[in-house]
């Protein structure tokens, strides 16, 4: 019965327990109690000399360890463990609606570092925007169980944080438990009995190093990257040259400010093929352009004169009196985009193919293709219908430093309800746009240029030309209403008084 209690985790009997009696670790060897006999229920004549029952506790807990493997039940330890300090899983929280996983980009802090509540550890990306990780802890960096480069799903744990006993979360498990589920963890930065940490198993991994073959310079033996690197070297599997300044790059990588600067370049690879995994918005991109091709695309091409934009464009610009705004043709195409939209609320909508229903979106939410070096993102301007050109240029400015730094928001990027490409601005005159689905039109915007143009009369003359492509989901919208929708389009900008005229 006191064995099938101590499996529940149950007290051994109604009466009161006997256990060895504990003090702190600075107080001398207690002494066990003698002579006094105590009730205790099972035992014959119901009474029990306390130096037997620490002999029957030695009994059970030499029993219940051969079960579970490890278990303690020192009360009064137990206490110390939990109230001094304890060992914490930091996890990845939820970034975003529909996020699952994220690519740890880079760390803030290093193993051994004090951390304080709500200082950045780390930055991620996901297909949606880049976010810092800030500690819900003040404590530790035990270890880390990611590098930078990795993909972690969302609830993981990123890193192991020594905390002190009231930030510790309440669990249902006793201390015991959580001492066992932390020595299998510690059990797991071991490779087959050497110690390592997770970015040293990443290195000698990719250069197919047994880390029982490598002699750890650290301590209690542990393998370090310098211990891989020189292993590498005696091998001949890497330069000796390279290992070495790679060696001395071990702080930059730690940091995470260059994802690739510890792998050294093998021989013979100057030439060779190269894999890259793709990451972040390149993963994205993956996944919505094959969604988009499953969808049938139509494209209605127009040419549309700009002499009137550029003008307007120029008058605004000499007109100017904030430094830092920077007056260009696109504020003036997505306003005159949002008016017609008003004409033609179809172009902004969604369709939900589970329900076969169309979404009328009541927002404006324009969004703009822009190329940043982490790849193609589509951050949107939430309501132009309610903005001004002037407050358009001036969020999209704050839009694009936002993307070339990394640092969009979720908000930014999610909510779009149509999508602008300006392949102009890199050179382009014409281009075939796939659906930014959900959204059910995208329209690509070409190079203005200079070209001769011919009058009714005949008489040649030289204009600014700018060609569109609207690319449509054709389950949704047929190629008169998308006709009729990019003539009204070309109408305003044509002729700019008349978006004056309709502007709210």
């Known amino acids: 019965m006191i064995v099938r209690r101590i499996c529940h985790r149950r007290a051994w009997s109604s009466t009161p327990r006997f256990l060895y009696l504990y003090t702190t670790a600075q107080s001398p060897t207690p002494s066990p109690l003698t002579s006094r006999k105590l009730p205790f229920i099972g035992y014959p004549n119901n009474s029990i000399n306390v130096n037997d029952s620490f002999i029957l506790c030695n009994l059970l807990i030499k029993i219940e360890c051969r079960k579970v493997g490890l278990c303690l039940f020192s009360s009064q330890a137990s206490v110390d463990v939990g109230t001094s300090a304890g060992i914490v899983d930091v996890p990845l929280a939820q970034t975003g609606e529909g996020i699952a996983e994220c690519e740890l980009l880079k760390w803030f802090v290093k193993e051994g570092d004090q951390v304080e509540e709500f200082q950045p550890l780390c930055e991620v990306q996901s297909d949606k925007a880049t976010i810092e990780i800030t500690s819900r802890y003040k404590g530790k960096v035990a270890q880390f169980l990611y590098v930078p480069g990795d993909i972690l799903k969302v609830g993981e744990s990123l890193l192991k944080m020594v905390v002190q006993g009231a930030q510790v979360p309440t669990q249902k498990q006793d201390v015991s438990e959580n001492f066992v589920s932390h020595y299998s963890e510690v059990n ?85 093929d190269k ?18 091709a499953k969808v049938p695309h139509f494209h209605y091409v127009e040419e549309i004169n700009c002499d009137a ?6 008058s605004f610009q000499n007109s100017n009196t904030e430094p830092g705004v920077k007056h260009t043709f696109l504020p003036s195409l997505i306003k005159s985009l949002s008016v017609a939209i008003s004409k033609y609320p179809w172009i902004n909508s969604c369709f939900n193919e589970d329900s076969m229903e169309v979404v009328l979106k009541g927002s404006h939410n324009i969004g703009i293709a822009m190329a940043t070096p982490s790849g193609l993102v589509v951050p949107n301007i939430k309501n132009v219908q309610s903005l001004s050109i002037l407050e358009i240029t001036k969020e999209l400015s704050r839009l694009q430093q936002l993307a070339l730094a990394n640092k969009l928001n979720p908000e930014d990027i999610t909510g779009g309800t149509i999508t602008l490409s300006n392949i102009g601005a890199i050179g382009g005159k014409f281009g075939a746009p796939i659906l930014n689905l959900p959204g059910v039109a995208i329209i690509a915007i070409g190079r203005i240029q200079k070209v001769l143009c011919f009058a009714d009369d005949g008489n040649a003359y030289p204009a600014s030309v700018m060609t569109v492509n609207i690319g449509a989901d054709h389950r949704v919208l047929d190629g008169a209403y998308v006709a009729r929708f990019c003539i009204e389009w070309k109408q305003l900008i044509e002729n700019p008084e008349l978006l004056i005229l309709l502007m709210r």
């Open 188 to 272: 797991k930065c071991k490779t087959g009995g050497v110690l390592s940490t997770p970015a040293v198993r990443h290195l000698g991994k990719q250069y197919d190093i047994n880390l029982n073959d490598v002699r750890g310079a650290g301590k209690d033996g542990r393998v370090l990257k310098e211990d891989i690197l020189r292993h590498a070297i005696l091998k001949g599997i890497i330069k000796d040259s390279i290992g070495i300044e790679n060696a001395d790059s071990r702080d930059q990588f730690l940091k995470g400010e260059e994802d690739h600067s510890y792998v050294p370049v093998e021989l013979g690879s100057q030439h060779g």
């Open 275 to 292: 894999t890259v995994p793709l990451r972040g918005f390149q993963r994205a991109m993956v996944k919505t352009m094959s969604m988009a």
């Open 309 to 314: 934009l550029v003008e307007l464009k120029e």
